[in-house]
């Protein structure tokens, strides 16, 4: 599977990165979730023992464009259509906001 970087908030130091794959399908790099209580509400939500999760910083949601994401298709015989839950979303976008004033008040400085 062929991949390519779309952004990383990491300085040639490994993780995290955001990948696009030429299936259409996004790969995230980044610590793996060990907590138990975190594990626990995953699974709880459905993550298979097959399956693991990733923890990245927020600095790395700038390179994510909902929009386009929702655009991706993701859905094939074996995985539905990737939805966007609409309260997390809203919280998403709040949050890149953020960064974004954040970044610009940092670069006017």
Do not use: Y
Not at 59 to 86: N, V, W
């Amino acid at each position: 599977m062929r991949m390519g970087l779309i952004g990383t908030s990491s300085n040639d130091t490994g993780c995290p990165n955001l990948w696009a794959t030429e299936r259409g399908t996004l790969v995230v790099q980044g610590t793996t979730v060990t907590d138990p209580e975190a594990l626990a509400a995953l699974r709880e939500r459905g993550l298979p023992a097959h399956e693991s999760a990733v923890e990245v910083p927020r600095e790395l949601l700038p390179f994510i464009a909902l929009q386009a994401l929702e655009q991706l298709p993701f859905a094939d015989a074996d995985r539905p259509g990737f939805t966007i839950d609409p309260d997390s979303a809203a919280k998403l976008e709040e949050v890149l906001r953020e960064l974004a004033a954040k970044a610009t008040t940092t670069a006017t400085r």
